[in-house]
């Protein structure tokens, strides 16, 4: 039977990573894009089991990879509309583009790759850099977020239309944006063209930003 080794809200701290045979980075990426799917806040009670099992308090769970690899800077970032009332078809349609995850508000949907199936308490659109940009700059990352809200040229149409549409539902909308970094790299800053641009949907900027111990 797997065993608890974290049942704490936060990042674990480094000893749970090594715990289960990976990178520090890899487990606070794999937790930070499981919040950011199951609309849950950055400080979320995570529950890990010695197996890499990864529960949440809303049921959401998978598991960590044990895929070994070289001590570089991670980094991605993610977009989330979420509300009872979000319609996840018509988010794809303004923006046109898939979401990494979408539901809405009752569907029964798969929590992770190897998570139960669970019912959605509120609709989620969402959508991760994670697997799309394969850079290391988080600005490329959050350009991609940029571009979906308020592309060149269109004169803010595409963003008026996603504020028309979160007035009319009552939808929130949250970027967040993982880093990992090596000892000695240097932490990066979010510009204050890509900070105007969110706040001006309106969206919650969730920063998850640290420096890898040795």
């Known amino acids: 039977m797997a065993r608890v080794i974290w049942d704490k809200r936060g990042n674990p701290p480094k000893y749970v990573s090594n715990r289960l045979g990976i990178h ?31 529960t949440m308090s809303l049921a959401m769970s998978s598991e960590t990879s044990t895929t070994k690899s070289n001590n570089r800077i991670r980094t991605f970032a993610t977009l989330r509309f979420a509300g009872d009332a979000l319609d996840p078809d018509e988010i794809s349609r303004v923006v046109r583009e898939q979401p990494t995850k979408s539901y809405r508000k009752g569907e029964t949907h798969r929590a992770g790759p190897h998570g139960p199936d669970v019912v959605g308490k509120t ?24 571009r979906l809200i308020a592309p060149f040229g269109d004169q803010d149409t595409r963003l008026k239309a996603l504020r028309d549409i979160m007035e009319r539902m009552n939808l ?11 000892p000695g790299a240097e932490c990066p800053g979010i510009s204050p063209v890509a900070t105007a641009t969110f706040r001006r949907l309106p969206a919650k900027i969730e920063p998850d930003i640290d420096i890898e111990d040795c």
């Open 172 to 182: 929130q909308a949250r970027v967040t944006f993982f880093w990992r970094g090596p």
């Open 123 to 146: 609709g989620v659109w969402f959508l991760s850099t994670r697997r799309k940009i394969p850079s290391e700059d988080l600005a490329d990352h959050l350009n991609v977020l940029e």
């Open 24 to 54: 520090h980075w890899q487990l606070g990426e794999a937790i930070h894009e499981l919040k950011a799917a199951g609309h849950l806040s950055p400080t979320e009670r995570v529950i890990i089991y010695d197996d890499g099992t990864v």
